[in-house]
């Protein structure tokens, strides 16, 4: 794809700082790749933002803390406001308070992308994903943390047992609808 088709596409959409968030297992990394393909903008998988600390403990079974994610919350957010056009960063940014940091560390707006769905159609595809370091013994304390971005400015939610075509058209359809 040309950079201005790229730059075209951006521009249509407006500059954007976008979250890919939900419980793990929830398509965040399909979702973000569709979206940089359809929006023509990078988009980074946040799990590679984490410590070294962070991965060992999910990769134990050790749901993580407040204090152990703060780092890697503000860490996504600095690469938000490092990125001077549309960018795309998923990460389960589970609670408000997440949410709050990383628009505040970020300096501009960040709309965030909810993929939800039920804890049995997550934990059905969290089984078929060879080679993750999150196991599905940790979704229980995903979905317990969990604030629904429902009264959040500048969030769309996604129901994930829709097709993936059907999701990004219609994070695409919003995204549309908020520059007119």
């Known amino acids: 794809m040309s950079t201005a088709a790229s730059r075209s596409r951006c521009e249509m959409t407006g500059n954007r700082k976008v979250i890919v968030m939900g ?3 929830s398509g965040k990394s399909s979702v973000g790749a569709a979206l940089r393909t359809a929006m023509g903008a990078p ?3 946040g799990d590679d933002l984490h410590s070294t600390d962070n991965i ?3 990769s134990a079974g050790i749901a993580l803390t407040d204090d152990d994610r ?3 919350l503000t860490r996504i957010g600095e690469t938000l406001a490092q ?3 549309t960018i795309l960063i998923g990460c ?8 709050d940091l990383i628009r505040k560390t970020a300096g501009s707006p960040v709309t965030f992308i909810h993929c939800a769905g039920s804890q049995a159609l997550i ?3 969290m089984a078929k994903r060879p080679g993750h370091f999150m196991p599905t013994s940790l979704l229980d304390s995903q979905f317990a943390a969990l604030e629904p971005p429902n009264a959040d400015k500048a969030a769309i939610t996604l129901d994930i047992a829709m097709p993936l075509v059907d999701l990004v ?4 359809k919003q995204f549309l609808e908020d520059r007119t």
């Open 83 to 85: 990125h001077p056009g």
């Open 70 to 72: 703060w780092p890697w």
């Open 169 to 172: 058209a219609k994070a695409m």
């Open 56 to 58: 060992a403990k999910m």
């Open 92 to 99: 389960s940014a589970l609670k408000r308070v997440y949410r």
């Open 123 to 125: 934990a059905e595809r």
């Open 23 to 25: 419980v793990a297992g």
């Open 43 to 45: 988009d980074i998988d």
